[in-house]
């Protein structure tokens, strides 16, 4: 089991114990001694509970664990959350990630198993081609054939990188949406605008610079719309809300639909990928074995068909 597997389903344990209110140390060791839950699991929350007996916190625990790689940036909100004192908005929100990115990634696999099947036995026939010519009366392969099947796994290659990179930079999620997220619970557990702001530049690296001129900007008494308005960082509708949370006193609600507008971009993205990705996937094979044939094979035929 892979280390973001043990993380999912402590995570899916944890999040409806959460809700009971009993303290996180009872819950670890009742996760550490259930019967439906997994060998590596369990180990996990033993170790977290025994780093937490030794004076960690949650979050510290978890980025000290060495049973289970945890992702950096959870063990972040994680640790902001833990701050505020709402684990539990933490935990329902990173299982909400991980539960939307696998329900992508398997519809991904059930949409990749017929391009994936032709590749296959395409390349295994053309290996056995290859492996095989002295049975066509061949004393070697036919030059053409040989970098027509090059520029086939080429081809292949450069295909396959490009639909990686690709789903990599669909499955990473918003430096943004993770603030907003955080921020939201933050603030409705009773931060300063200020402090979640520094919050903000420390857990995420990526925005530091972003939230350094809104903190200068706050300390010189700027009120936030105008401070995240010269940072030049913040979009128009996150902006809009912003402005509208200072007529309400409620700024957290603001955060809270910012969040709301980056989820639902996120979501229309993966849903225009997965209306794409199965006719790029049967295009890019036909291209593969349309390269096979024409400038593999057919060399191959020409070849044998001089011997004849």
Not at 116 to 139: I, K, S, Y
Not at 211 to 237: D, I, Q, T, Y
Not at 249 to 254: I, R, W
Not at 264 to 286: W, Y
Request: charge should be neutral; aromatic fraction near 12%.
């Amino acid at each position: 089991m892979r280390d973001k597997d043990v993380f999912y389903e402590f995570a899916g344990i944890l999040c409806p114990l959460l809700e009971t209110e009993m303290p996180l140390p009872r819950l670890l060791e009742v996760i550490s001694q259930a019967e439906n839950a997994g060998l590596r699991v369990k180990t996990f929350a033993a170790e977290l509970l025994a780093r937490m007996e030794e004076g960690f916190s949650f979050g510290d625990a978890l980025e000290l664990a060495e049973s289970c790689n945890v992702i950096h940036r959870y063990c972040m909100i994680i640790a902001s959350a833990e701050e505020a004192g709402n684990l539990k908005s933490a935990m329902n929100l990173i299982f909400s990630i991980e539960s939307q990115s696998r329900d992508v990634q398997r519809k991904i696999l059930s949409v990749s198993v017929y391009p994936l099947m032709v590749v296959v036995l395409v390349f295994a026939g053309t290996a056995a081609l290859l492996c095989n010519h002295r049975m066509f009366g061949l004393e070697t392969v036919p030059p053409d054939s040989g970098r027509g099947f090059a520029f086939a796994a080429l081809f292949l290659l450069v295909w396959c990188g490009a639909l990686m990179i690709f789903m990599k930079k669909l499955f990473s999620v918003s430096p943004w949406y993770l603030f907003f997220s955080v921020a939201s619970v933050l603030l409705d557990n009773g931060f300063s605008v200020y402090h979640t702001i520094s919050l903000g530049a420390r857990y995420i690296p990526s925005l530091e610079s972003v939230f350094a001129k809104v903190r200068r900007e706050l300390k010189n008494g700027m009120p936030l719309f105008k401070a995240c308005s010269l940072s030049g960082s913040f979009k128009p509708e996150w902006l809009i809300q912003i402005e509208l949370a200072r007529d309400n006193k409620d700024l957290a609600a603001a955060f809270v639909r910012a969040g709301k507008i980056l989820e639902k971009e996120a979501a229309l993205k993966r849903e225009k990928f997965l209306s794409l990705i199965e006719p790029v996937l049967l295009f890019g094979t036909g291209v593969y074995v349309l390269i096979v044939l024409e400038s593999g094979v057919m060399p191959f035929i020409t070849n044998f068909g001089g011997i004849i």
